[in-house]
């Protein structure tokens, strides 16, 4: 294999790439793969609504993979499955659960749907009387409200933070924080978040270090605030890498 030219592995390289080409997507067949009595393969996303073979036209079969074709086909590389994304990874790779170009949405009000790496510019464009906050000391007044949503860009990231009033009462109220990361790739250094919140008559104050996580949804309770005639409190964050 050492003596092989380099253009005959590669011709060979193409040619089993060809082979395990979907049909549909004509991009390497991701699992659960799916074949055709004529023996062709899609991807099972691919196959979903279809009804025989784009290829042969013949039904599919519900006979499995021989254990090798299935082996092989693993171990080739894929393409992202994120929409233009167009960087191949392999079965062990974290990239697709970080990747920038993976679908989300506006929460703001559901307005927009598109990569994650786009939703900043999204808000600063479409929401400009919105501020994005930052990774600098930064302040959000909440008045008579159960709910507030603002985004955060810090250090290349974007999160949404969500302010919920839990446990309300005659007396008291209890305020929760979401950090909901979008990534835009994975973070190599840590997050550390400072938070004060006072009111008139009360203060507190905690750090916390957010912890990355494909898909997570960092939750945090403050102690439980007291009633005043104002109905006024302010949150202050900020952002920090150590």
């Known amino acids: ?26 991009e390497t067949a991701r699992p659960v793969i799916v074949q055709c009595e004529g023996e062709h393969i899609l991807c099972g996303a691919c196959s979903e609504h279809l009804k025989e073979c784009p290829t042969c036209k013949r039904p599919f079969s519900d006979a499995k993979l021989a254990r090798f074709v299935f082996q092989v086909l693993h171990a080739l590389p894929k393409l992202c499955k994120h ?20 679908s989300t949405t506006c929460v703001l009000c559901g307005c927009w749907i598109g990569p994650n790496r786009d939703i900043l510019s999204h808000v600063q464009q479409d929401h400009p009387s919105v501020t994005v906050h ?80 494909a898909g997570f949804v960092f939750d945090i309770s403050f102690p439980a605030f007291f009633n005043d005639t104002k109905n006024e409190y302010v949150f202050e964050m900020t952002i920090s890498k150590e």
């Open 83 to 102: 929409t233009n994304c167009g960087v191949y990874v392999s079965d062990d790779d974290e990239h697709e659960d970080w990747c920038g170009f993976q």
């Open 134 to 213: 930052s990774e600098r000391k930064s302040a959000v007044t909440i008045k008579g409200q159960s709910r507030v949503i603002f985004p955060i860009s810090a250090f290349g990231q974007f999160f949404w933070a969500m302010f919920n009033m839990i446990d309300v009462n005659k007396i008291s109220f209890t305020v929760r924080l979401s950090l909901i990361l979008e990534p835009n790739d994975k973070p190599s250094e840590e997050y550390f978040f400072e938070v004060s919140h006072y009111d008139e008559k009360q203060f507190f104050k905690s750090k916390f270090k957010y912890t990355f996580q």
């Open 1 to 26: 294999m050492d003596n092989m030219p380099q253009h005959v592995v590669k011709r060979s390289f193409q040619k089993i790439l060809d082979i395990a080409r979907c049909a549909v997507c004509l």
